[in-house]
């Protein structure tokens, strides 16, 4: 049997078990395109049932597509039969809660799932509206649900969708337990053959019970602060809305034209934070309402970006691991030292080092975890006991880890306002704190470069040419390797221990979700002189010299 007709029999075999009827009616007309010679759509058929999402980090994201290697009904079905087999034979029986956000078929697509669950016989919650994913991964844990399932893609373009799961506790999938479900999900057959049940209700109070926790991470007294919010149109706005009124933050100013769910996302040509141009509506209304901060959700809310005005009257976003150092020198300033006596905090490999130094100055305990939330969360003792805070740099912030266990935008932006009216009412900002920091701890410049790869194979051998014959040498400074294989497909350049200045540090490792190689850098340098201003002036410039000179080295290395 040729190629061509073992996709046009694979692509029937679904057609066979298909439960939708316009992805039956999509895939049909494909299938019969190719069949008559279409190249193009010989080409689409292939790749729509070369295998099926992988589940990656926390699960699974894939186009919004007919066929197996898509998002769709079929796809959401055979993925829960699966993940309730798993549960079962694990003998795990219980509560499973579910969620979704806005997306293109995120409806449809929690109540495939609530159903499925609901005839392998779980108890179903299923959450009432479209809420944002910390919501969901709170409703878990504080349900004692076996298991949480959103449908989002989070921060993905709009032609994509996707399925995250949280296991027991609201504890973010990891290994081996990922690669057990993708295994039970193989076993499923096919999806007009899994059975279906409507018997779940919807957990009403989710929402309410959320916000009352949010609104408790705050001291008496906060308010007085205007605000400047973007949800780029997700479905974070109303809930923070709520979360900073009840926590004294009434003066909020929202990007219109981005408030409300669109599954689109007209304005935006990617709707993440981290994108050039997501934030510029929003840094023009603080401009506009002269406010004293900028905050940006990304659309299932589990992001949050920060804006700041700049000493020359413009507007800038702090970058994700400016406001983690913020953050966690707040957080670790303020935490009840009886109720929390031995407190931990946490980053990842790739996110700037300064947070280790502020825990050590206040006594506390300090980790660094691969990247992921799934490894944050269970930082320290591998359970993450005593976790009061984590951080990544792709804007991740866990600022409450004992009822979300996870990332949490609209948490995070409700504590950065109360840092910003606490620090406005001693006569300063989150800048000259920054700046504060960088004085006592150092400045630390970071970069990203990202080189897309589309070939695997390229992404696996730049890796194994810089396995081969790392550099010894980085920015004027030795530098040693470190290898994170088996672990980890990533490799660890960085000053051999003895710099007193620079101190380099690369870390290159393929992405998980995307075809991307990505290289994160980062160079210290100490503020020195009796004038701390002009000596702050110095190490900037300094830092920023050996981080362009490590730029340079680094693109080299990977032939960007």
């Given at each position: 049997m040729s190629r061509e007709q073992r996709v046009l029999e694979a692509a029937r075999e679904w057609l066979a078990g298909e439960v939708d009827e316009a992805d039956h009616a999509e895939l049909s007309e494909l299938t019969r395109r190719a069949a008559n010679g279409d190249s193009d759509a010989a080409s689409d058929l292939a790749d729509r049932v070369a295998g099926s999402p992988a589940f990656g980090t926390a699960g699974i994201r894939a186009p919004l597509r007919a066929g197996p290697n898509g998002m769709n009904r079929a796809v959401v079905i055979r993925t829960t039969a699966g993940l309730a087999g798993w549960l079962r034979r694990r003998g795990t029986v219980g509560t499973v809660v579910?969620?979704?956000?806005?997306?293109?078929?995120?409806?449809r697509f929690a109540v495939d799932a609530a159903d499925v669950l609901c005839a392998a016989g779980f108890e179903v919650r299923v959450l009432p509206e479209p809420l944002p994913t910390p919501v969901l991964a709170r409703a878990t844990r504080a349900l004692g649900?076996?298991?949480?399932?959103?449908?989002?893609?989070?921060?993905?373009?709009?032609?994509?969708?996707?399925?995250?799961?949280?296991?027991?506790?609201?504890?973010?999938?990891?290994?081996?337990?990922?690669?057990?479900?993708?295994?039970?999900?193989?076993?499923?057959?096919?999806?007009?053959?899994?059975?279906?049940?409507?018997?779940?209700?919807?957990?009403?109070?989710?929402?309410?019970?959320?916000?009352?926790?949010?609104?408790?991470?705050?001291?008496?007294?906060?308010?007085?602060?205007?605000v400047a919010v973007t949800a780029l149109h997700g479905v974070g706005a109303e809930p923070l809305e709520?979360?900073?009124?009840?926590?004294?933050?009434?003066?909020?100013?929202?990007?219109?034209?981005?408030?409300?769910?669109?599954?689109?996302?007209?304005?935006?040509?990617?709707?993440?934070?981290?994108?050039?141009?997501?934030?510029?509506?929003?840094?023009?209304?603080a401009r506009d309402v002269d406010a004293d901060l900028a905050v940006a959700l990304d659309p299932d809310a589990d992001r949050c970006a920060l804006g700041v005005p700049t000493r020359e009257g413009g507007w800038r976003m702090l970058r994700g691991d400016e406001t983690g150092v913020l953050l966690g020198e707040h957080i670790l300033s303020t935490i009840d030292r009886v109720v929390?006596?031995?407190?931990?905090?946490?980053?990842?490999?790739?996110?700037?080092?300064?947070?280790?130094?502020?825990?050590?100055?206040?006594?506390?305990?300090?980790?660094?975890?691969?990247?992921?939330?799934?490894?944050?969360?269970?930082?320290?003792?591998?359970?993450?006991?005593?976790?009061?805070?984590?951080?990544?740099?792709?804007?991740?912030?866990?600022?409450?880890?004992?009822?979300?266990?996870d990332k949490d935008g609209i948490a995070t932006a409700v504590l950065a306002c109360e840092l910003a009216a606490t620090l406005a009412r001693d006569g300063t900002t989150l800048s000259e704190r920054l700046a504060e920091l960088e004085i006592e701890h150092g400045v630390h410049e970071t970069e990203q470069i990202t080189v897309r790869?589309?070939?695997?194979?390229?992404?696996?051998?730049?890796?194994?040419?810089?396995?081969r014959n790392p550099p010894t040498e980085l920015a004027g400074t030795p530098v040693e390797t470190r290898d994170l294989l088996p672990e980890a497909d990533v490799l660890i350049l960085r000053?051999?221990?003895?710099?007193?200045?620079?101190?380099?540090?690369?870390?290159?490792?393929?992405?998980?979700?995307?075809?991307?190689?990505?290289?994160?850098?980062?160079?210290?340098?100490?503020?020195?002189?009796?004038?701390?201003?002009?000596?702050?002036?110095?190490?900037?410039?300094?830092?920023?010299?050996?981080?362009?000179s490590l730029s340079s080295e680094v693109r080299s290395l990977v032939d960007f």
């Open positions: 579910v969620g979704h956000d806005a997306r293109h078929g995120s409806r649900a076996v298991a949480g399932v959103q449908l989002t893609a989070s921060h993905n373009p709009p032609t994509d969708n996707g399925y995250k799961v949280y296991l027991a506790g609201g504890d973010p999938l990891v290994a081996p337990y990922d690669a057990e479900i993708e295994g039970a999900v193989s076993e499923v057959g096919a999806a007009d053959t899994v059975p279906r049940e409507h018997g779940w209700h919807h957990y009403e109070r989710a929402l309410p019970e959320y916000l009352e926790r949010v609104a408790e991470l705050v001291g008496d007294g906060a308010g007085g602060l205007r709520r979360a900073l009124r009840s926590a004294g933050f009434t003066d909020t100013h929202f990007v219109t034209a981005q408030r409300e769910p669109d599954p689109d996302f007209p304005t935006v040509e990617f709707p993440n934070p981290e994108e050039p141009g997501a934030t510029d509506a929003v840094l023009e209304l929390n006596p031995d407190p931990l905090v946490a980053t990842t490999i790739v996110s700037s080092a300064m947070l280790e130094s502020v825990a050590r100055a206040h006594g506390a305990r300090y980790d660094e975890t691969l990247t992921g939330f799934k490894w944050l969360i269970r930082a320290g003792d591998g359970s993450g006991g005593g976790l009061v805070y984590a951080y990544e740099e792709a804007l991740g912030h866990c600022v409450d880890p004992d009822h979300v266990r790869m589309t070939d695997p194979g390229t992404r696996a051998e730049t890796m194994r040419l810089l396995r000053d051999a221990g003895d710099a007193e200045t620079g101190r380099p540090r690369v870390v290159i490792r393929p992405s998980g979700t995307e075809p991307k190689l990505k290289c994160y850098l980062q160079t210290v340098v100490p503020v020195e002189g009796p004038d701390r201003v002009s000596g702050l002036t110095a190490a900037r410039g300094r830092a920023r010299e050996l981080l362009a």
